[in-house]
């Protein structure tokens, strides 16, 4: 495939390319063969903020090239006449956590500690004593997963503090969620446009100190739990964050419905 891909580069004289995604097996060989004749690839990707789509010359997902210093995104705000006002916060002591497909590359390649969805549950389910009493915990499955976590589901029916909700919209969840955590999804900026606070568990490229709370292992996790009543939002840095992403990253209109 290597050699195949650098006679197509070569014979076609190709300078530029779009690829999707970029992370995949077939993917990487084509990014090298692109490397070996200074051909430049421009990467798409399904948006980060719905209704838009991603075009990076860097890259998808935490290897894009978002600036990842919280003072950028402050001059965002200072400049930005209308901030981007939230939902209610505070609604119920609810932790949000959505599940991602196991095998996309969000998890298989920045996901160092979570490796997949039971791994998620368990470790979530273990630490969970050292929330307060008041804090319960729903998780929602990925829609698009082929896995339907049937006997999983049925595990948590009657916990006392951990349940699944299949039936409600995302937007909801997390609208009637004090935190959202997830590993790496875009839930999680989902979450930011919400002010809502976000945990998260995995490598994502909106791990910007004031920004979410990072847990890079079970230790860090279990001292979020047991100080979170003190975690806050910087609603500045929030605003300052969503209006680039909106305003000057991402790409206007669903690549889906052009």
């Not at 935190?179 to 790496?184: F, K, P, Q, S």
């Not at 209006?243 to 990253?249: D, Q």
Request: hydrophobic share 35%.
């Amino acid at each position: 495939n290597y050699w195949r891909y650098c006679s197509a580069i070569k014979n076609n004289s190709i300078k530029f390319l779009i690829m999707w995604n970029g992370l995949k097996y077939k993917q990487s060989i084509m990014r090298l063969a692109a490397s070996r004749y200074n051909t430049h690839i421009i990467f798409m990707e399904n948006g980060l903020i719905p209704g838009m789509t991603t075009i990076d010359q860097t890259g998808i997902n935490y290897q894009n090239s978002v600036p990842r210093n919280p003072d950028f995104f402050l001059k965002y705000c200072k400049t930005f006449n209308t901030p981007i006002k939230g939902c209610n916060r505070n609604i119920f002591k609810t932790i949000f956590i959505p599940f991602q497909v196991n095998t996309d590359s969000q998890i298989v390649k920045f996901s160092p500690w979570i490796k997949n969805m039971h791994t998620l549950v368990n470790v979530i389910e273990e630490l969970s004593s050292h929330l307060p009493e008041e804090y319960k915990i729903i998780f929602k499955t990925h829609p698009k997963c082929p896995e339907k976590y049937k006997e999983l589901i049925d595990n948590f029916k009657n916990h006392p503090k951990i349940c699944f909700d299949n039936h409600s919209e995302t937007k909801a969840l997390i609208k009637n969620a004090e935190i959202v955590c997830t590993i790496n999804s875009t839930v999680g900026i989902e979450a930011l446009m919400q002010y809502k606070k976000v945990i998260t568990l995995g490598l994502a490229f909106y791990n910007i100190d004031g920004l979410v709370y990072h847990a890079k292992d079970k230790t860090e996790l279990r001292k979020i739990f047991t100080s979170i009543e003190k975690i806050s939002i910087n609603s500045s840095l929030i605003s300052g964050f969503i209006y680039y992403l909106t305003c000057v990253y991402q790409i206007p209109g669903n690549w889906e419905f052009p």
